[in-house]
């Protein structure tokens, strides 16, 4: 019987690479190993993993606070498609909570490493949103590409603090016939109101309420002067909330498409056909909870196996999902449940999935 793994990070202890790798040692040869992703943190790694001739491209951009450093980016082996993942380059991991700073940060570089591709003749843009340290509506990204924000009398940072004061925006020719990009996201929230990006993901960039509250200001006026000045509305617009609304931004100055990450992906790697074609298949995720089922990729790798008819096994750090059966799923290996006497299921990760794997 053909198993088919189909692995997602256990953040904080398992990359999806390293996991499947483990779980595919204890399978063999009668398993195919597959990484997946749902547009945020790990996008780099499944499309390399799906496709090994692509090359990473390292570029000096700036991070969420100016600081410039190498960052990656993917070139598919057709030469004209990138995926970027916007963690990689003003990402919030490894900063601790006392040192952020979200009403200076941006997602300057994001632009910045657009500017480096398009350089190389890239024509398809698959922009993995999620993971940064800045809220910035996208401005920074659109700034790095040579629009222009100002407060009626001068030129003004293109971050949070500054669209509070934001009158008008120039947008000025950007050269982008024939480039078409896609922005991938994991939820559906808006730009603003009480699910907007501020609202919802502002707490986990912000070290106060006070900050929050300052953002969806900012974020408010700023819908307000695209609508004046561009005549586009991209208060409501679905998705356009991810990644400190960098999706809104990318939407707005680049005609992205703002799309389901899990979707797209599972698509291109067509890994719905690889589903049919097995006869069981081994899916993981670090937490496993009704979340899981809300646009990220294991939920739609469930649902997937489940129109199929296959045997689901479904391997997590935690389980915190009741009735997993209702979802098709068979059975529930729980790392932090399995760990012996001594054992700590997020450090000693490796060696419990190893032994949970041996099914």
Do not use: W
């Amino acid at each position: 019987m053909k198993t088919l793994i189909l692995a997602n990070a256990f953040k904080g202890s398992l990359s999806a690479g390293d996991a499947g790798k483990i779980i595919q040692k204890n399978l063999g040869a009668s398993s195919k190993l597959m990484l997946i992703s749902d547009g945020g943190d790990g996008i780099i790694d499944v499309f390399k993993s799906a496709a090994p001739a692509a090359k990473i491209i390292k570029k000096s951009v700036r991070d969420a606070y100016g600081i410039y450093h190498k960052a990656p980016f993917l070139l598919l082996p057709d030469g004209k498609t990138a995926v970027i993942e916007t963690a990689k380059i003003c990402g919030l991991g490894g900063i601790k909570k006392c040192d952020l700073k979200p009403l200076v940060s941006t997602s300057y570089g994001v632009g910045e490493m657009i500017a480096r591709a398009l350089k190389l003749g890239v024509k398809n843009f698959y922009i993995g949103l999620g993971g940064v340290a800045c809220n910035d509506g996208g401005a920074g990204c659109a700034a790095a590409l040579g629009v222009k924000f100002h407060d009626g009398k001068k030129n003004i940072p293109a971050a949070a603090a500054g669209l509070l004061k934001l009158k008008n925006i120039d947008v000025p020719p950007l050269n982008l016939s024939g480039v078409k990009f896609f922005a991938l996201t994991d939820v559906t929230n808006p730009l603003l109101g009480p699910r907007g990006s501020a609202a919802v993901f502002g707490p986990q960039k912000c070290r106060t309420k006070q900050e929050v509250k300052v953002i969806a200001a900012a974020l408010k006026n700023y819908a307000r002067v695209i609508k004046k000045s561009l005549g586009r509305d991209v208060g409501r617009v679905p998705g356009a909330g991810a990644a400190g609304a960098i999706a809104a931004g990318l939407y707005v100055f680049l005609n992205a498409e703002i799309t389901p990450g899990a979707r797209f992906i599972f698509k291109k790697l067509k890994i719905e056909n690889e589903i049919k074609k097995s006869g069981r298949v081994i899916i993981t995720e670090g937490c496993l909870d009704a979340q899981t089922f809300m646009g990220k990729a294991p939920g739609a790798a469930v649902e997937l196996a489940k129109k199929y008819k296959k045997e689901i096994i479904f391997i997590c750090g935690k389980n915190k999902l009741k009735y997993a059966a209702r979802r098709g799923i068979k059975k529930v290996l729980e790392l932090s449940a399995l760990a012996r006497r001594g054992e700590d299921s997020m450090r000693d990760a490796a060696k419990i999935l190893a032994r949970a794997s041996e099914i």
